[in-house]
């Protein structure tokens, strides 16, 4: 499974961005796809993983009601709706997956993408 993530860029604090993350693969559809972050001197952070049917979704308490995590298996894409948008939100932003959600969320999934960049200025 190969991972293509984009949508980051520069956004004033309270705006929102919208990130896409198109995976290929013939099963990626059948895999829980999720979105991670770091920011500069800290650690990689679990943000949000969604099933592979949709079904279910998580999230860390940090974003909880400001970001949204969708899928669309059509088009082998996972989407990641930020609102409200933070400077601490700053980060740069990588998709993952893994046939079993609890791997996403553990930060141990099978496969990365290359991050993408997003930039909250107060």
């Known amino acids: 499974v190969q991972l293509q993530a984009s949508g980051g860029g520069l956004v004033q604090a309270g705006g929102s961005l919208r990130l896409s993350c198109a995976a290929s693969?013939?099963?990626?559809?059948?895999?829980?796809m999720g979105w991670f972050r770091q920011a500069p001197g800290k650690e990689r952070e679990f943000v949000a993983v969604?099933?592979?049917?949709?079904?279910?979704?998580y999230y860390a308490d940090s974003v909880k009601g400001r970001f949204t995590i969708s899928r669309d298996n059509a088009k082998s894409t996972v989407y990641l709706q930020m609102n409200s948008l933070k400077p601490e939100d700053t980060a740069v932003y990588y998709c993952?997956?893994?046939?079993?959600?609890?791997?996403?969320?553990?930060?141990?999934?099978?496969?990365w993408g290359q991050g993408t960049q997003v930039t909250v200025s107060s």
């Open positions: 693969g013939r099963t990626s559809s059948t895999y829980a």
């Open positions: 969604i099933t592979w049917n949709g079904g279910t979704t």
């Open positions: 993952a997956a893994d046939p079993r959600s609890s791997m996403v969320i553990a930060g141990k999934n099978a496969y």
